[in-house]
């Protein structure tokens, strides 16, 4: 079955560094997401890139798409504290309905 | 900004009871979903219901598992008899279209804790 799943499992850096997150996935999808959990918190929706789109930015996330390799990555520049989260891939493929998540990234942003 | 609710955040049962836990989506959306999450886990997607019925389900959506939209708000899920095994966290969420194409809003969970 699809699955995504990101690297690394735990990513931790200090306050202003950039943050690089990837996923990575089995079959041909029609769109990717990217979801943040705060802990103890549900999942917020940050970005969905389609399968036929490469790059697509918001405020300070970039995420990337490679249908050839089956895998985004999630940047998220100068970062804060606040964003200490884990960060989950969904991915949907051209049949089902809905999502699969990955297993997620944690990160931690030391003040 | 609107938002999904769930109560309770926490619920406490016995194994072998009963347990309803319940959702109320963002008004307008017409897609709804519960997902697991087991702790320290990826989340499980569940179900998703559409136009008053169940449009796909996975594995662990067994027979002791039901889904409800007993009115026009609520969206209900129900485990009949529980498991020690069902302890989780249990998310839902709404969106605007279905088919994956558009972002869902999950509320906050409610912790199952089954004893």
């Known amino acids: 079955s699809q699955q995504g799943e990101e690297d690394p499992q735990a990513l931790s850096i200090q306050e202003g560094e950039n943050a690089t997150m990837n996923c990575s996935y089995k079959?041909?999808?029609?769109?990717l997401q990217w979801y943040r959990q705060n802990s103890g918190r549900g999942l917020v929706h940050l970005i969905l890139?389609?399968?036929?789109?490469r790059e697509k930015h918001s405020g300070r996330l970039r995420v990337t798409l490679d249908t050839s390799k089956k895998s985004s990555s999630l940047l998220i520049t100068a970062s804060r504290a606040a964003d200490t989260a884990s960060y989950f891939c969904a991915t949907r493929d051209n049949y089902g309905q809905n999502f699969v998540f990955g297993p997620g990234t944690r990160l931690s942003v030391l003040p | 900004e609107p938002e999904v609710t769930q109560t309770p955040s926490h619920q406490v049962t016995q194994m072998g009871q009963e347990v309803i836990l319940r959702c109320v989506p963002i008004?307008?959306?017409?897609?709804f979903y519960w997902y697991r999450q087991i702790l320290g886990q990826k989340v499980e997607f569940l179900v998703s219901?559409?136009?008053?019925?169940?449009?796909?389900k996975s594995e662990i959506f067994d027979d002791q598992f039901s889904v409800e939209r007993p009115d026009g708000s609520n969206f209900t899920l129900k485990i009949r008899s529980t498991k020690l095994e069902d302890s989780a966290m249990y998310f839902c969420?709404?969106?605007?279209?279905?088919?994956?194409?558009?972002?869902?809003?999950f509320g906050d969970g409610t912790r199952l804790s089954i004893l």
């Open positions: 969420a709404s969106s605007a279209g279905g088919r994956g194409g558009q972002p869902q809003h």
């Open positions: 219901f559409y136009n008053n019925e169940i449009s796909e």
């Open positions: 008004s307008n959306h017409l897609y």
């Open positions: 890139i389609r399968s036929n789109e």
């Open positions: 079959t041909s999808i029609n769109n």
